[in-house]
């Protein structure tokens, strides 16, 4: 995605399925294949298919803290391994689990590079469930982006609202607040949702909405208006204007929070060093374990570049992919490739054929 536009410049689902299966009427065998594969091929998973985002939504929750005063850029928060705070709920940090120790003394900045859960626990807690969700909807998640492509799903932001729709007027309790800092509990969002969220963190928290169409050209040559192409898409789509509060993003928490994204990539001790620490282009990134059902987990990597002057914002999610780390070497092969670091030894053929088509 162009950070600054929206522009959706590639946008692939796998598996995905031959068109020409359906060209004249599909074989029920063929179909049988499709339907039947528990993959689905046939569904859009970038637009129509949400997943628990993990620890690629801890920016929101950096932005939120800040900005509501429940920490600062000096905010150093003691990661002791296992949170404590509730009797009836003390989940641990990642770091814990893996090697049985915390983090230690972390601020905003060192806790994205390491992705410290107990940091985004304490900062959530401190500020509450109702300002992660004003941040959250602010950067566009929880809520149907507007692509030009039917079927697009909603996703689910967690929340005290959504809790009660969800599960039968649940109540909400600390313990929600803190799984939803970390992307987990109700949260499920779309890759798409997520490519946008990245690139408004990239280009400063300016609003933007995604989009597939570049220009229309009318029958007499004239071009159709921004404007005219939202509102017949609108009025196709049955999609509806989502009203959300303007923001202005302080620039010097998103540096920070940005600070940390870089450090993922290029700091020996960040999640992703080991898939750009030879890359000749500086990213901001971060990756991503998501808790799934059947004791999966889905792995993500949401990255963009270059990070001094952003072009571009990235989103790979692999469902049931293990690591975020894995999905990183996607995003440095698709950045690769769009700013032209794989063209060394392009030839091109310049020969050509006759042609002929004839039309009945």
């Not at 692939?12 to 074989?27: K, L, M, Q, R, T």
């Not at 806790?111 to 109702?130: L, Q």
């Not at 270059?306 to 072009?311: Q, R, T, V």
């Amino acid at each position: 995605m162009n950070v600054n536009s929206g522009e959706i410049l590639a946008m692939a689902s796998c598996p995905d399925y031959n068109p020409s299966d359906f060209v004249g009427g599909i074989s029920q065998s063929a179909w049988n294949g499709y339907t039947n594969n528990e993959a689905k091929p046939l569904v859009d998973k970038a637009v129509q298919n949400s997943y628990s985002p993990g620890s690629t939504f801890k920016m929101i929750t950096a932005i939120a803290g800040l900005e509501s005063g429940a920490i600062n850029l000096n905010t150093r928060i003691n990661d002791t391994g296992i949170y404590t705070k509730y009797r009836d709920y003390q989940p641990r940090c990642w770091v814990y689990n893996d090697y049985h120790v915390g983090h230690g003394y972390l601020n905003v900045s060192g806790a994205i590079e390491k992705s410290c859960n107990y940091f985004f626990y304490e900062t959530a807690d401190r500020m509450g469930i109702d300002n992660l969700v004003r941040f959250a909807k602010y950067f566009g998640l929880g809520g149907k982006t507007g692509v030009e492509l039917q079927g697009e799903t909603s996703g689910v932001l967690a929340s005290k609202e959504n809790r009660a729709k969800l599960h039968n007027n649940a109540p909400w309790s600390a313990g929600h607040t803190l799984q939803a800092a970390i992307g987990q509990g109700d949260n499920e969002f779309s890759p798409v949702q997520m490519a946008k969220y990245i690139s408004m963190l990239a280009n400063g928290g300016k609003k933007i909405k995604p989009t597939i169409v570049k220009t229309i050209r009318n029958a007499d040559g004239s071009e159709a208006s921004r404007e005219e192409i939202n509102k017949f898409v609108k009025l196709k789509l049955g999609i509806e204007d989502e009203e959300t509060e303007d923001i202005a993003i302080n620039n010097s928490y998103l540096n920070a929070i940005l600070q940390g994204m870089k450090s993922v990539t290029s700091d020996t001790s960040g999640t992703a060093y080991v898939r750009f620490k030879d890359f000749n282009i500086s990213v901001g990134g971060k990756t991503g374990s998501a808790e799934a059902p059947g004791n999966k987990v889905h792995a993500w990597f949401v990255g963009f570049a270059p990070f001094e002057n952003p072009e571009i914002a990235i989103v790979v999610m692999v469902e049931n992919g293990g690591h975020g780390n894995y999905t990183a070497e996607v995003v440095r092969d698709i950045m690769a490739e769009y700013f032209g670091m794989n063209t060394q030894n392009v030839e091109e053929d310049m020969s050509a054929q006759a042609y002929v088509q004839s039309f009945n």
